[in-house]
């Protein structure tokens, strides 16, 4: 009993420290990160994304793993700046492709369709970007909930204005070369 205690009090002072990174609180938890969010808000935490690299590092690959309590983080903290939204966005279209649901449900005034199913990535190759579409468009097919249809029919959307703009910069010839077959709208 005295032992538990005593373990208890070291999880509270490292969650209380801002969750560094030791043996007792390994960065990147997500658990310890909503504890971190209730302790001490959702703007203090959201500053750290900009303020602790390994920190924001570590939190957007967890999110990008479309894992369930990673996009609960998502969903508690609001970007604190520019930067922050922008690596959030990128963030969350990789789980776009795992867990597309969950990521579509967060999206809107915080999140915005366009960042997210935009393809927000820096720097893509041809070759990346067809590969990207194509895994989302698939993703976005196993969505089926009727309270999401209008997100996903946004988000595709979005995903085929991203691709077209995309391939048309890195090579205006390959729009002419492999004319992509526009998708169907179902109604």
């Not at 903290?77 to 966005?89: C, K, M």
């Not at 997100?151 to 204005?161: F, I």
Request: include cysteine; charge should be positive; hydrophobic fraction near 40%.
């Amino acid at each position: 009993m005295h032992r538990q205690v005593i373990a208890g009090a070291f999880l509270s002072i490292a969650v209380a420290t801002g969750c560094k990174d030791t043996s007792w609180t390994p960065l990147g938890s997500a658990d310890l990160i909503l504890s971190e969010v209730k302790l001490r808000g959702a703007p203090a935490v959201s500053r750290r994304l900009d303020s602790d690299e390994n920190f924001g590092r570590s939190v957007t690959n967890g999110i990008a793993t479309g894992d369930s309590i990673w996009l609960e983080v998502a969903d508690r903290i609001v970007p604190a700046s520019a930067s922050a939204e922008a690596t959030l966005s990128i963030a969350l279209s990789s789980a776009l492709l795992r867990s597309p649901a969950k990521v579509l449900s967060l999206l809107g005034e915080k999140y915005p369709v366009e960042e997210v199913c935009g393809m927000p990535f820096l720097k893509a190759d041809s070759a990346a970007v067809v590969s990207y579409y194509d895994s989302a468009a698939t993703s976005l097919g196993r969505v089926t909930s009727a309270a999401l249809a209008g997100r996903r029919d946004a988000c595709r959307t979005a995903l085929n204005d991203a691709r077209d703009r995309r391939l048309e910069r890195i090579n205006p010839g390959y729009l002419i070369k492999n004319k992509p077959v526009p998708t169907r709208r179902r109604r």
